[in-house]
C-alpha cells in the first residue's frame, strides 16, 4: 500500500513560509525607520552652509587715557572721517562717467574737452544680437564698436555704440543716415576723467 505525502508536505510549508515573510517584512521596516531617524538627526546636527553668518564683532578701540585730551579729541575727529569713507572705490577707478544727452546740451559744449559722444544704437543682454546689429551697420557703411558691461541686478549688456564724435556736423549726418536706414540712436555723453 503506498501512501500519498505529496498533500501534507503543501499544507505544512506554507504556514511556516507566511510567517517567515511577515517577520521579515517587520524587520525590514523596523531597520528602514531607524536608518531613517539616523539620517534625520545627522543632517540637523550639521551646519548649513546656506545660513549667512554673523558678522565678526568690531573690536572696540582703546579708551584714551584722561591725562591726554590732545589725544582723545584727535582720535574722535579721526573716526568719522573713516567712517565717511565709501566702502567701494570703483566708483573713482572708472575712466569716465556717462549720462544721456540731448541736442542742447550738444550744442553747448561743442569745444568741451572733457567730454565726449556716442550714439548707442541698441544695448542687449545677447552677444550675438549686438554683432547681428554692429554687421548691419557695417553694411550701411557705418562703423560701430560694441562694449561689454556688467550692470548691477541686471547681468550683462553689449552695447553697440558709434563714435567718439566732436564735430556736431559729423554726428548728425551719421544720426540722420541711420534714421533713414530706421535703426533709432540715443545720444550718449561721456566725461573723461584723466584729461
Do not use: C
Amino acid at each position: 500500500m503506498s501512501r500519498d505525502y505529496k498533500g501534507n508536505d503543501r499544507k505544512g510549508g506554507s504556514r511556516g513560509s507566511s510567517g517567515s515573510l511577515f517577520a521579515g517584512i517587520l524587520i525590514g521596516l523596523v531597520l528602514g525607520l531607524a536608518v531613517a531617524l539616523g539620517v534625520a538627526w545627522y543632517i540637523n546636527k550639521m551646519p548649513t552652509p546656506f545660513q549667512p553668518k554673523a558678522p565678526a564683532a568690531k573690536p572696540e578701540p582703546p579708551k584714551a587715557a584722561a591725562s591726554d585730551p590732545v589725544k582723545a579729541a584727535d582720535k574722535a575727529t579721526a573716526r568719522p572721517a573713516e567712517e565717511a569713507k565709501p566702502r567701494f572705490d570703483f566708483y573713482k577707478i572708472l575712466p569716465g562717467v556717462e549720462e544721456p544727452a540731448t541736442d542742447q546740451q550738444l550744442r553747448e559744449t561743442k569745444a568741451a574737452a572733457r567730454e565726449s559722444f556716442y550714439l548707442q544704437a541698441g544695448a542687449f543682454q545677447n552677444a550675438p544680437d549686438a554683432d547681428n546689429l554692429k554687421a548691419r551697420l557695417a553694411l550701411i557703411g557705418v562703423q560701430a564698436s560694441i562694449q561689454t558691461t556688467t550692470l548691477p541686478d541686471r547681468g550683462v549688456w553689449h552695447r553697440v555704440r558709434l563714435g567718439p564724435y566732436g564735430n556736431v556736423e559729423e554726428l548728425n549726418r551719421t544720426r540722420d543716415t541711420l534714421k533713414k536706414n530706421g535703426i533709432d540712436t540715443t545720444l550718449i555723453k561721456v566725461r573723461d576723467a584723466d584729461k
